[in-house]
């Protein structure tokens, strides 16, 4: 039995979402169930992402909005194995204020969630799955397609004060590309319950990693970024490397075969598999004759992308979810031929929306 009644049909349910910059998915908090009103704007729930919580208690299409209050376009369909599935409440005696608001209620049964319209990119999707009646032997399984992280089964132990993964909430990360996302609810033990959803649009941090070449003046080079890669921006999203010998040439080398650490011209190479290069760089700095390490080479990786800086940059730059990793080279004519060359060390990103 994966439900609380007796009766169960199937139902379908519309829910609209919202109208974001492009670049940014959309933030939202959703409470279900009409047991109890939703929590107030000062309540973050697990993740902490404060804002309006929006209110679902009917099957009817329903108007959302996002964390400000702002009416957005996303629309939510959902199918439940519950007759009405959106009733179910119970008066857990540990629950208090907005977390009894949130968790005391919800739907009933089986359901799938499936959101469309939403700006492509990575999402955190925090679902709740606390059943207040019987917590400690009701277990409910989350299940979001597309996710790298598993299904979780939530349950087993009653509010002890706080959130907790797989006692009150799932956590799942899913990279958004086609506008959608799913998530599906079902009875792990006993009954399932769902008592709300938020989503929180993130950018996964780039990672350095392996190990510079010690130029031929004794400095490291050292890879940073700033901004953010987007698929669909036009810039802000500056590769660099600084601590390389000045007025040299360069060039970023990028691709998406991984990770590796292989001996390279003296150095090591950082980037798996094909290698592509970007334009010509110069990596500026102390005028000549003077030789130092105040040169920097710089990179806008979104205009590269987007075609407005030349060059013929790899299509996948401007994939959203592409894992890429990039090394920059350059010429060191203070080491001998073939090694006359310079190398940083590596930078991983993930190619925004």
């Given at each position: ?64 909005s996002d964390t ?46 499936t959101f469309t ?130 007025r040299k040439p ?104």
């Amino acid at each position: 039995m994966n439900n609380r009644t007796t009766l169960a049909v199937v139902g379908a349910f519309a829910l609209l979402f919202g109208v974001p910059a492009p670049a940014h998915g959309q933030a939202v908090n959703l409470d279900i169930g009409s047991f109890n009103p939703a929590p107030s704007n000062a309540y973050g729930g697990a993740p902490g992402q404060v804002g309006f919580w929006n209110n679902v208690t009917t099957v009817a299409a329903t108007a959302l909005s996002d964390t400000a209050g702002a009416a957005t376009s996303v629309v939510l369909t959902s199918t439940s194995t519950n007759f009405n599935p959106f009733t179910f409440g119970f008066d857990n005696p540990l629950t208090t204020r907005d977390d009894e608001l949130l968790l005391d209620g919800g739907c009933d049964g089986d359901v799938t969630l499936t959101f469309t319209g939403l700006a492509n990119g990575f999402y955190d999707v925090y679902t709740y799955a606390f059943a207040p009646d019987l917590p400690g032997a009701f277990f409910t399984n989350v299940f979001v397609p597309g996710s790298l992280d598993p299904m979780q089964a939530v349950g087993g132990s009653d509010w002890t004060g706080i959130h907790l993964p797989g006692i009150t909430f799932a956590q799942h990360r899913v990279l958004v590309t086609n506008a959608s996302l799913q998530i599906l609810v079902s009875v792990a033990s006993g009954a399932a319950t769902t008592n709300g959803v938020q989503l929180i649009p993130v950018n996964p941090t780039p990672v350095v990693h392996c190990s510079a070449k010690l130029n031929s003046l004794g400095c490291l080079p050292a890879i940073a970024s700033s901004g953010t890669s987007s698929a669909s921006a036009t810039g802000g999203f500056l590769v660099t490397a600084a601590n390389v010998r000045n007025r040299k040439p360069g060039i970023l080398l990028y691709g998406i075969g991984g990770r590796t650490a292989l001996p390279f011209q003296g150095g090591t190479l950082c980037v798996g598999g094909a290698l592509k290069r970007s334009i010509v760089l110069d990596s500026g700095g102390t005028a000549l004759p003077a030789n130092d390490c105040s040169g920097v080479y710089s990179l806008d990786v979104n205009a590269f992308a987007a075609g407005t800086l030349g060059g013929s940059p790899a299509s996948f730059l401007q994939d959203p979810g592409t894992i890429v990793n990039c090394q920059y080279w350059g010429r060191d004519d203070g080491f001998p031929a073939p090694d006359n060359t310079t190398l940083s060390n590596a930078l991983e990103f993930v190619v925004g929306a």
